[in-house]
């Protein structure tokens, strides 16, 4: 070989050599290139993590924890040195860690994204998480947390909104049914406006076509106290007023009125309404009755309660039993005068054995009745004064002379007898 072959061979060697050295150099650069681009995909993924509300564990198939993402410390349960490398079931309450166990056991085995929510106790307050469990391999799986506090108090407070409607939406419908079939003429209408509601009561009551919505009470209503208290809005209860129908003839009406109330103030004014007219003309009459047979009572009672018996000629007794009041002792004058008039008594016997007290006024009318005896030409003698009775006579400074007193009616009749013969 020639010195000229052997520097053509450095030469292509030379090259070669280069050439190789390039290769290395953009290998280098690309394997660089790649690897920063992982590192700021790596970092993309962790900012976007911290970023995010939401919780990434990673965790191995018995539910060992091996790493995890959160955008603070502040939302985990328990800090990262106590869980990492343990059990999640061995770090919850037994009630949730069983709950969140089974639900990674059974994502695992059907490859199929698992769904769980519950509860744990964050402080002084209770939190509410939903979690989704993703197997990556036979191996792993990422369980995804995010708090859903916010959600569940507003799916509550929803929830719990619509058993209030629905409550009210029942009784709405009860009030309904008691109302249409109530014996009594209902109405309700918006606080001085439109009527609303009228039961087939009221629109019978008054005449309303059943066309209408409903019936305003208010035009109905005859000038008077109930009248000016229904106008202007006030509450009544139970006030008797009257009312005209349609055809212009007048009842006398039982109402009730008061308002309905909401959040800002009164909305709606309701009434109930009975018609009394027969009642009231049978209570009339009732009282009217009552009154004759009571007064003809009293008068049957005012004769039997002071008797005048005849004893013998120009003699007669009248027995008085019970208390004796003003009402009874005016009475005893009465029948006193009218029997030494019509009989030409000369000896009246006022027996009180069967009298336990009398009242100051009615000893005060025994002795008057005693000196009206006398102007008469007759003579009382008074008989059975019990000790009360002489007591109450004794304290009045009751006036007893010219009465002759004796113990028994037995001695006086003894007494009149020989008086007259």
Same mark, same amino acid.
């Given at each position: 070989?020639?010195?000229? $072959?052997?520097?053509?061979?450095?030469?292509?060697?030379?090259?070669?050599?280069?050439q190789?050295?390039?290769?290395?150099e953009?290998?280098?650069?690309?394997?660089?290139?790649?690897l920063?681009?992982? +590192?700021?995909?790596?970092?993309?993924? *962790?900012?976007?993590?911290?970023?995010l509300?939401?919780?990434?564990?990673?965790?191995e198939?018995?539910?060992?924890?091996? *790493?995890y993402? #959160?955008?603070?410390?502040?939302?985990?349960?328990?800090?990262?040195?106590?869980?990492? @490398?343990?059990?999640?079931?061995?770090?919850?309450?037994?009630?949730? @860690?069983?709950?969140?166990?089974?639900?990674?056991?059974?994502?695992?085995?059907?490859?199929?994204?698992?769904?769980a929510e519950?509860?744990l106790?964050?402080?002084?307050?209770?939190?509410?998480?939903?979690a989704?469990?993703?197997?990556?391999? %036979?191996?792993?799986?990422?369980?995804?947390?995010?708090?859903t506090?916010?959600?569940?108090e507003?799916?509550?407070? &929803?929830?719990?909104?619509? +058993?209030? =409607?629905?409550?009210? =939406?029942?009784?709405?419908?009860?009030?309904?049914?008691?109302?249409?079939?109530?014996?009594?003429?209902? %109405?309700v209408?918006?606080?001085?406006?439109?009527?609303?509601?009228?039961?087939? #009561?009221c629109?019978?009551?008054f005449?309303?076509?059943?066309?209408?919505?409903?019936?305003d009470?208010?035009?109905?209503?005859?000038?008077?106290p109930?009248?000016?208290?229904?106008?202007?809005?006030?509450?009544?209860?139970?006030?008797?007023?009257?009312?005209?129908?349609?055809?212009?003839?007048?009842?006398?009406?039982?109402?009730?009125?008061f308002?309905?109330?909401?959040?800002?103030g009164?909305s709606?004014?309701a009434?109930?309404?009975? $018609?009394v007219?027969?009642?009231l003309?049978?209570?009339?009459?009732?009282?009217?009755?009552?009154?004759?047979?009571?007064?003809?009572q009293?008068? #049957?009672?005012? %004769?039997?309660s002071t008797? &005048?018996?005849?004893?013998?000629?120009?003699?007669? !007794?009248?027995?008085?039993i019970?208390?004796?009041?003003?009402e009874?002792?005016?009475?005893?004058?009465?029948? =006193?005068?009218?029997?030494?008039?019509?009989?030409?008594?000369?000896?009246?016997?006022?027996?009180?054995? @069967?009298?336990?007290?009398?009242?100051?006024?009615?000893?005060?009318?025994?002795?008057?009745?005693?000196?009206?005896?006398?102007?008469?030409?007759?003579?009382?003698?008074?008989?059975g004064?019990?000790?009360?009775?002489?007591?109450?006579?004794?304290?009045?400074?009751?006036?007893l002379?010219?009465?002759?007193?004796?113990?028994?009616?037995?001695?006086?009749?003894?007494? !009149?007898?020989?008086?007259?013969?």
């Amino acid at each position: 070989m020639t010195d000229v $072959d052997a520097i053509r061979e450095l030469r292509n060697e030379n090259e070669a050599l280069r050439q190789r050295v390039a290769r290395l150099e953009e290998e280098r650069d690309e394997a660089r290139r790649a690897l920063d681009a992982q +590192r700021n995909d790596a970092t993309t993924v *962790d900012a976007l993590f911290r970023a995010l509300p939401d919780l990434l564990f990673r965790m191995e198939k018995d539910g060992t924890i091996i *790493d995890y993402r #959160a955008r603070s410390d502040d939302d985990l349960y328990v800090s990262a040195d106590v869980f990492l @490398g343990k059990r999640m079931a061995d770090l919850l309450p037994p009630d949730v @860690g069983a709950y969140l166990e089974r639900v990674c056991r059974e994502a695992l085995a059907t490859g199929k994204v698992g769904h769980a929510e519950y509860s744990l106790l964050m402080g002084p307050s209770t939190e509410w998480y939903e979690a989704r469990v993703v197997p990556l391999d %036979a191996e792993q799986l990422v369980m995804l947390v995010r708090q859903t506090t916010e959600q569940h108090e507003n799916r509550e407070a &929803l929830q719990r909104r619509s +058993r209030e =409607l629905e409550e009210s =939406l029942r009784s709405v419908r009860l009030f309904r049914a008691l109302a249409d079939h109530a014996p009594s003429a209902i %109405a309700v209408s918006r606080t001085g406006g439109q009527p609303m509601y009228a039961n087939d #009561a009221c629109r019978a009551l008054f005449g309303s076509g059943s066309g209408e919505a409903g019936v305003d009470v208010t035009a109905y209503v005859v000038d008077g106290p109930v009248a000016e208290a229904v106008r202007r809005g006030h509450e009544v209860r139970g006030a008797i007023g009257a009312f005209r129908r349609t055809d212009g003839s007048v009842f006398q009406g039982h109402l009730t009125a008061f308002a309905l109330h909401e959040d800002d103030g009164p909305s709606h004014e309701a009434f109930i309404i009975a $018609d009394v007219t027969a009642t009231l003309a049978a209570e009339e009459e009732r009282r009217a009755l009552a009154e004759k047979v009571i007064a003809a009572q009293n008068e #049957a009672l005012r %004769a039997l309660s002071t008797p &005048l018996v005849p004893i013998a000629r120009h003699v007669v !007794a009248v027995p008085l039993i019970g208390s004796v009041n003003a009402e009874r002792a005016e009475r005893l004058l009465e029948v =006193l005068l009218d029997g030494v008039a019509q009989r030409s008594a000369s000896v009246v016997l006022l027996d009180v054995t @069967g009298v336990p007290d009398v009242d100051p006024d009615a000893a005060d009318a025994m002795t008057r009745a005693a000196r009206a005896v006398g102007l008469l030409g007759a003579e009382l003698v008074l008989t059975g004064v019990g000790r009360e009775v002489a007591r109450t006579l004794i304290e009045i400074g009751a006036d007893l002379r010219g009465i002759v007193t004796l113990g028994s009616l037995e001695q006086g009749i003894a007494y !009149a007898i020989r008086k007259t013969h």
